[in-house]
Each structure stands twice: as structure tokens, then as C-alpha cells.
């Protein structure tokens, strides 16, 4: 079985400019817990999810740091603190969304896609066809495709 088998085929997109509020709304009305940020040739730029909005839900927390002849040494990841505190204020999916976005060609077997999801801790994987998105495959997908083959 193939990823062209099993994507969904009307995928529910955002824009990078788009508010950060219209990817809320879509989720919840939707029942999806992540979308696909897309250019106008629909190539995909980025995904915006649930985790990446519930630092906004959190309450944001400064790294601790000492001083030491007259140099900051962080002792947590200042890293996570400055990407936290991008999304935590952003206001458009482009400053909230994930960049780094793992995709799938659409003749990929399924079992590359699992293996993807698994390796990668991810929920879902754009599916494209010369770079651009024509569906997605997330983990309900693949129980659906389970429960149909042995079903």
C-alpha cells in the first residue's frame, strides 16, 4: 500500500501570513490537531499544531543563568526559551509554525510513513507531488488503512 493510497485528499491549509487565531479556529472546528502552512504554488513552508499553540496556554518561563566573570552561562536551553518566546507572542502561523517539516512523495510505501512518524515523534506527514502538497497521512490515517486491511 502506497501513501497516495491512504493520504487525505482535501487538506485543510493555512497561509504564513494568515493570524495565528484562524489555525486555532481551524483546528477546533476540524478535529485535526495539525495543518499543513502552504505558499500560493501550495508548496509546504511549514506546519502549524497544537503544541506549537499551547505555548501560548503555558506560562513563560525565563532559562536559569548565572554570571560569571561578567559572562551569562544558561543553565537550561536558551535555544527552546527564544523559540518559546517567538510563538508564545506571534501573531501570524509563520512566527508560530514548525519550519522544519519532514514531507513524503505520494508513491512512498506506508511503511516508510510509519517508520517516518515513529522515528521523527510526528503526527502527521504532508504527502507532495513535485514539491507540492496534494494530501496527508496522519497517525488516524494509518489506523484507518489497518482496520480496512484486516477488516
Do not use: W
Amino acid at each position: 500500500m502506497l501513501a497516495k493510497d491512504i493520504m487525505t485528499k482535501d487538506v485543510i491549509t493555512v497561509k504564513a501570513n494568515d493570524k495565528v487565531e484562524k489555525a486555532s479556529q481551524l483546528l477546533v472546528e476540524n478535529k485535526i490537531s495539525g495543518i499543513p502552512v502552504v505558499d500560493e504554488d501550495r508548496r509546504v513552508l511549514g506546519v502549524i499544531s497544537e503544541k506549537d499553540l499551547m505555548v501560548r496556554a503555558n506560562e513563560l518561563k525565563v532559562p536559569f543563568y548565572l554570571t560569571l566573570f561578567d559572562s551569562i552561562i544558561f543553565l537550561e536551553n536558551p535555544i527552546r526559551f527564544n523559540n518559546n518566546l517567538k510563538k508564545y507572542t506571534a501573531l501570524e502561523v509563520k512566527d508560530a509554525m514548525t519550519k522544519k517539516v519532514i514531507t513524503i512523495e505520494e508513491d512512498a510505501p506506508v511503511s516508510e510513513v510509519v517508520e517516518i512518524m515513529q522515528k521523527n515523534e510526528i503526527n502527521r506527514v504532508p504527502v507532495v507531488r513535485h514539491g507540492k502538497l496534494i494530501g496527508i497521512i496522519s497517525r488516524n490515517d494509518i489506523l484507518k488503512s489497518l482496520v480496512k486491511t484486516n477488516g
